[in-house]
């Protein structure tokens, strides 16, 4: 069993930074794939980005060039850097982790950006 804990979630203008955190209680967190992913009000759950436990990225195109998905493994990590935030981005975040063929959610964490 895996415990995901997510923080950073908070109301910011447009145009603002925010930084997410997620942390795991995987024992062997760096052979886990982690992602990140969002539910704007009223939509379905989407993708924002991913990391694999070699290090490879993939992102939404909704989020290219604006968020940074980043991983520490002595730190049993992974974080989402968002920058140029823009009123669409608001949506509760969710870590995801994958970990021994299954996958594990937070609780998610509010993003509102709004003026």
């Known amino acids: 069993q895996v415990q995901l804990v997510e923080s950073g979630g908070v109301s910011v203008q447009p145009g603002g930074s925010l930084r997410l955190s997620c942390a795991a209680s995987a024992r062997d967190f760096r052979l886990a794939g982690t992602g990140w992913y969002r539910q704007p009000p009223g939509k379905q759950r989407e993708l924002v980005a991913i990391?694999?436990?070699?290090?490879?990225?993939n992102y939404a195109d909704s989020v290219k060039g604006r968020f940074t998905i980043s991983r520490d493994n002595a730190e049993n990590t992974v974080s989402l850097q968002m920058n140029s935030l823009k009123p669409e981005d608001t949506a509760v975040y969710y870590c995801?982790?994958?970990?021994?063929?299954?996958?594990?959610w937070g609780k998610g964490t509010l993003v509102t950006v709004s003026s």
């Open positions: 995801n982790v994958v970990y021994v063929g299954r996958a594990y």
């Open positions: 990391i694999t436990s070699g290090s490879s990225t």
